[in-house]
């Protein structure tokens, strides 16, 4: 799917419709000193198998992709809810 690199949309901070960039959400690195990660680590400690059972096929073929939104005015971000795609692709908007 097409989606434009520039959208004009609500922003919160300015209290009015600005243009926002747009920009597909990653995910961060996951920090190994959190308190989850290190309660994973403890339950995955240990002899044998894994903590949970491995699953042998997934129900859904694609993952939701989130969009960042930043303000060209203020530079606040927000995320607009992820659609289900194989694939987005952020284009230039048509002059016309």
Same mark, same amino acid.
């Given at each position: 799917? *097409? +989606? !434009?690199?520039?959208?004009?949309?609500?922003? !919160?901070?300015?209290k009015s419709h600005t243009q926002h960039t747009?920009?597909?959400?990653?995910?961060?690195?996951?920090?190994?000193?959190?308190?989850?990660? @290190? @309660?994973?680590?403890?339950?995955?400690?240990?002899?044998?198998?894994?903590?949970? !059972?491995?699953?042998k096929r997934t129900a859904k073929v694609t993952k939701k992709q989130v969009l960042k $939104?930043?303000?060209?005015?203020?530079?606040?971000?927000? +995320? @607009?809810?992820?659609?289900? $795609?194989? *694939?987005?692709? $952020?284009?230039? !908007?048509? *002059?016309?």
């Amino acid at each position: 799917m *097409k +989606h !434009p690199k520039v959208v004009n949309t609500y922003c !919160p901070k300015c209290k009015s419709h600005t243009q926002h960039t747009v920009a597909l959400y990653k995910a961060g690195k996951r920090r190994g000193l959190a308190e989850g990660e @290190r @309660r994973y680590a403890r339950k995955k400690r240990g002899y044998g198998s894994k903590r949970k !059972p491995e699953q042998k096929r997934t129900a859904k073929v694609t993952k939701k992709q989130v969009l960042k $939104l930043t303000c060209k005015k203020c530079g606040y971000t927000m +995320h @607009r809810r992820g659609v289900r $795609l194989k *694939k987005l692709e $952020l284009v230039e !908007p048509v *002059k016309g």
